[in-house]
Nanobody, 123 residues
């Protein structure tokens, strides 16, 4: 079955960096657009970044543009998110997501989700 497993979260001071990874299995990874979303306590799940199946097109939320970099390795079935210059407002659970047909910022377009990894940024 489809599995998405995030890792790399943790506690970091403001201005620091973290690199999240998402290991995928159970589907043709190289054919699927992928994305990162995040959800802070009491808030909705927000779009962070998305990447097309071949990595040729990328979208970022305005709040992370210039600080975060999404990438994928289709040979290793892995999605990554490099997060630099972290801010306390980046604190959230980060989720990777996949879907077969859409390159989208809309979480309802994604039908496969990981369990999430906690990122906490202290001030």
């Amino acid at each position: 079955q489809v599995q998405l497993v995030e890792s790399g979260g943790g506690l970091v001071q403001a201005g620091g960096s973290l690199r999240l990874s998402c290991a995928a299995s159970g589907f043709t990874f190289s054919s699927y657009p992928l994305a990162w979303f995040r959800q802070a306590p009491g808030k909705e799940r927000d779009f962070v970044a998305a990447i097309t199946s071949n990595g040729g097109n990328i979208l970022y939320a305005d709040s992370v543009k210039g600080r975060f970099t999404i990438s994928r390795d289709n040979a290793k079935n892995t999605l990554s998110l490099q997060m630099n210059s972290l801010k306390p407002e980046d604190t959230a659970i980060y989720y990777c997501a996949a879907n077969r047909d859409y390159f989208s910022k809309n979480p309802t377009r994604y039908n496969y989700w990981g369990q999430g990894t906690q990122v906490t940024v202290s001030s």
